[in-house]
């Protein structure tokens, strides 16, 4: 053998190693950032988690934000190949379901230990710039490619509408890994089957129309005191994550001192806990007042979305999303989780209730209870867009994508 051929075999092998540890490391980094946060991953546990020491990491990368936003544009970069594959077929539905059936085959693989979880993108604000700019003009380009599936808009109409369900897809396959666990590996054909029955057919039967009524939730308009405070960490936390917004942050939103921030909260975790709290309370509360409009369960269930999205997209919202729970002691975690649950089962029973009655679509009301979810817990990422027209147009187009399905546009009529 050639010497020149022994030193290219040598540096082969060695690429090989390099890039099998990198993508090792970057495994294990996408896993401490689905469980801690971006900010709370530490080099000591990814080295841990792959059998290196902390040192072995830093040869691979830098600092912790070189690593975090290598598993971010990771992420980007198996999505925009995902999204290309999908826009290879010649109708908006074929390209949905190709790119929900490569989603439920990568966490089929995941199941059976021959893939590894993507980063969630949760954390993308909270990293510092440039970084930040970057990876945030990767997810740009990521929900114009989404939103690129249903096709060229004819009208501004159409691009507001499409923008809307593009966002929807998105949470709905971010928001898969959470619920998928409570079924077998052998029916994620079956659940996305029925999860791709309510996309294409929404939730409503053909002849529904939407007329929610508003479901008065007796919200202080004062927002003062320890509502101010929930109010503004909701909207903080949901920016920058739980561990971005600092105490410091929220005070200073507030223009309040730190002391001021102890005075109606002890710790941190027991502000977020109180922010979760306060979300699933104004949830639970809205469906059990819908009980009380007049009409069929399909009247209930609209009337239920339609002012919970109102309180997303106004000054007096957010609710607080799933994802900030990243960080907080497993126990809390699992008792928000374990209650978001409850909730989900009861939209599932409502639903289930209007099958019956036959005012709701025949679909798994256990699934599209689930979706329904990720579309009220992503709502807040869309108020600005939302603020680009009335806002009950706003509430009617992004509650359509569910409720008359991802390629039904009886919404433009409204």
């Not at 479901?215 to 405070?229: M, N, T, V």
Request: with cysteine; glycine share 6%; proline share 3%.
């Amino acid at each position: 053998m050639e010497a020149g051929a022994t030193i290219q075999d040598n540096a082969d092998g060695s690429t090989k190693r390099f890039r099998a540890k990198r993508d090792a490391i970057l495994a294990a980094a996408a896993q401490a950032i689905n469980e801690q946060s971006a900010k709370g991953m530490t080099f000591a546990d990814v080295a841990q988690r792959v059998g290196l020491n902390t040192t072995s990491v830093t040869y691979y990368f830098k600092r912790k934000e070189d690593l975090a936003a290598a598993c971010f544009e990771y992420t980007l970069d198996q999505l925009q190949a995902m999204l290309a594959d999908a826009m290879e077929l010649p109708t908006p539905e074929q390209r949905v379901a190709r790119y929900l059936a490569l989603n439920m085959d990568r966490l089929a693989r995941i199941q059976r230990g021959e893939a590894t979880s993507f980063a969630v993108l949760s954390d993308l604000r909270a990293m510092e710039e440039p970084v930040r700019g970057r990876l945030m003009a990767g997810w740009r380009d990521v929900f114009r490619r989404t939103r690129a599936l249903w096709g060229p808009g004819e009208t501004r109409a159409h691009t507001d509408l499409f923008g809307a369900r593009a966002h929807v897809l998105l949470e709905n396959t971010f928001w898969l890994p959470v619920w998928l666990v409570r079924y077998d590996p052998d029916q994620f054909s079956r659940v996305e089957q029925r999860l791709m029955a309510v996309f294409a057919n929404g939730i409503a039967p053909d002849t529904a129309r939407w007329t929610p009524s508003r479901i008065d939730l007796d919200h202080d308009e004062g927002e003062s005191g320890r509502e101010a405070f929930l109010l503004a960490a909701t909207r903080l936390i949901n920016e920058l994550g739980y561990r971005g917004a600092s105490v410091q942050k929220i005070a200073s939103q507030l223009n309040v001192t730190k002391g001021s921030f102890y005075h109606h909260l002890d710790a941190k975790d027991d502000l977020v806990i109180a922010c979760y709290r306060r979300s699933l309370d104004t949830i639970t509360n809205a469906q059990r007042l819908s009980e009380e409009v007049p009409g069929s369960y399909w009247q209930q269930l609209s009337s239920t979305i339609a002012t919970l999205l109102e309180i997303q997209f106004s000054e007096r919202g957010p609710l607080m999303r799933t994802t900030a729970l990243s960080g907080l002691p497993r126990s809390v975690r699992s008792a928000m989780v374990a209650r978001s649950n409850r909730i989900a089962r009861r939209y599932a029973g409502m639903m289930n209730d209007g099958i019956a009655e036959g005012s709701i679509r025949a679909i798994d009301p256990l699934i599209a209870a689930q979706a329904l979810m990720a579309l009220q817990n992503a709502a807040f990422d869309m108020r600005k867009w939302a603020s680009t027209m009335p806002r009950d147009r706003a509430i009617a187009y992004y509650a359509s994508t569910l409720m008359f399905g991802l390629f039904d546009d009886r919404v433009l009529a409204i």
